[in-house]
């Protein structure tokens, strides 16, 4: 299994620009979500799936847009960059979106500034 | 809801030396904790957890922690260092109850700087 993959590894992008943050997964995990990790700050849940077609807002969502057409992918859209969107961010997975025992499964990360 | 506190932003220790890193939580319910670690340029992988029984929980590198509900703390703890466990550590708190919304909060992680 290649357990749950992210890309691009690095992205710059110009205030104002677009992109789409890709996630993908091959342990057939129900539970999906992305987080932002900021110095001094931890990691801040973005969004998170329950399941394919399922998506709902986490801690900080403005800015962000998410999709989960298939249980394998879960990208993460930027539609106007900002440079407070300058961040590492991360996706993971799990089994089961219910089930509080589950061990979050973590990509390696997408490291993004925003000049 | 659930917060975390991880106090020291920056633990250094000597290789071989002993540490601990400290972690509290407040929540209105009963919860599972959590350690996780990130190595310099990767993603989180799990260290150990709690869930229920014993409060003494070993997890992998030989680290362990213990749940102290009265005090509200799971200290991550290891005997000896080693140069490789130089890292950020992330305590993480979760409800016990079902539902998707119940969500896994981290604290502002820990940065073990092992020298030698």
């Known amino acids: 299994n290649a357990g749950v993959t992210q890309t691009p590894k690095f992205q710059v992008l110009k205030t104002g620009q677009s992109m789409t943050l890709q996630c993908a997964q091959d342990m057939n995990h129900e539970y999906m979500s992305w987080y932002r990790q900021d110095p001094g700050m931890g990691l801040r849940l973005i969004h998170y799936?329950?399941?394919?077609?399922?998506?709902d807002q986490g801690e900080v969502p403005n800015g962000y847009n998410v999709s989960r057409s298939t249980t394998e992918d879960f990208p993460l859209r930027l539609l106007s960059a900002a440079p407070s969107q300058t961040s590492v961010y991360f996706c993971?997975?799990?089994?089961?979106?219910?089930?509080?025992?589950?061990?979050?499964?973590f990509g390696p990360g997408t490291r993004l500034t925003v000049l | 809801a659930q917060s975390v506190t991880q106090l020291d932003s920056q633990v250094p220790v000597f290789e071989e030396a002993p540490v601990e890193l400290r972690c509290n939580y407040s929540s209105s319910v009963s919860v599972y904790l959590f350690w996780y670690v990130q190595y310099p340029n990767q993603g989180l992988q799990l260290l150990l957890k709690?869930?229920?029984?014993?409060?003494l929980v070993k997890g992998i590198n030989g680290f362990e922690a213990e749940f102290n509900k009265s005090q509200t703390s799971f200290h991550l703890r290891k005997p000896s260092v080693h140069i490789s466990d130089t890292a950020e550590y992330f305590c993480a708190v979760r409800g016990s109850y079902g539902g998707a919304t119940n969500k896994l909060i981290f604290g502002t992680g820990t940065l073990l700087a092992v020298q030698p």
């Open positions: 993971a997975s799990s089994y089961s979106p219910g089930a509080t025992t589950d061990t979050q499964y």
């Open positions: 799936s329950v399941g394919a077609g399922i998506t």
């Open positions: 709690y869930l229920s029984g014993s409060t």
